[in-house]
């Protein structure tokens, strides 16, 4: 794959070298890519080509190699040179979201993939982005940017598990169960997408479901969540005496923290 992209990129020097009067050395900047050195493989770009360049593929390749680089100042500056020459380019404009992501510039990078939604309205990756730019499960747009995501992709576990959260704040917890639910049977070894769901289904009152998912679950590892609400399973259900056995665990646990 690693060589693939770097095929890829020379291809694309190939290119800017046809449009461009400045020589570009392609072995130079083959090795500097093989070897990840895109900090130096910038600076050259940048020499060759000239800071004043309007060449398309020229910007965003000096782009993207300050990005690879972790210079998001100098990324930004070439990617949005780029996007005010061809605005609507998708991959500039998420380029261009990623890197405020990074700098906490959020709403800067909301309106950047804003933007990508009026021009791909079914663009799962970055209803999934956009989601995550809100922290609070409070915020309605989280909500109907994961209702977007979940609906393209209902079996992505990040989604679905970030879903019934955001549902399990307003109570909905049978849609909480089911968008978990339909995760799940796509991927039955998610681990995590299990865990999340315990609690709902408690709330639901499976709890024989909570207690047979619970003590797989605790053959892989002894989460205090799950112990909790495998306990609160068995007191339901009467089984006192295991409830009380997994009570007295999680407060040994607590004991020695």
Do not use: W
């Amino acid at each position: 794959m690693k060589k693939l992209l770097i095929i890829c990129m020379l291809f694309s020097l190939q290119a800017l070298g046809q449009a461009q009067t400045g020589a570009i050395d392609k072995e130079k900047i083959f090795d500097l890519y093989q070897n990840q050195r895109y900090a130096e493989a910038g600076e050259y770009l940048k020499t060759s080509y000239g800071s004043e360049t309007t060449d398309l593929k020229a910007l965003t390749q000096i782009g993207y190699c300050f990005l690879m680089a972790g210079n998001n100042v100098e990324a930004e500056k070439y990617y949005a040179k780029a996007d005010a020459i061809q605005p609507g380019n998708l991959p500039i404009l998420f380029s261009l979201a990623s890197i405020n992501t990074r700098r906490g510039n959020t709403e800067k990078a909301k309106l950047y993939y804003g933007n990508i939604v009026k021009l791909d309205s079914n663009n799962f990756i970055v209803y999934k982005l956009l989601a995550n730019l809100y922290l609070s499960d409070k915020d309605s747009l989280k909500m109907v940017y994961l209702l977007k995501a979940n609906k393209l992709v209902p079996t992505d576990g990040d989604v679905a598990a970030d879903l019934a959260a955001v549902h399990s704040v307003y109570q909905n917890y049978d849609r909480a169960y089911e968008v978990l639910n339909v995760a799940i049977k796509a991927d039955p070894e998610n681990l995590v997408l299990q865990r999340t769901k315990l609690p709902i289904a408690n709330l639901l009152k499976k709890y024989d479901e909570v207690i047979a998912s619970g003590e797989s679950l605790l053959k892989d590892n002894k989460d205090a969540s799950v112990i909790k609400d495998l306990a609160k399973a068995y007191y339901y259900t009467k089984k006192y005496d295991k409830a009380v056995t997994l009570f007295r665990q999680l407060e040994g646990n607590a004991d020695a923290e």
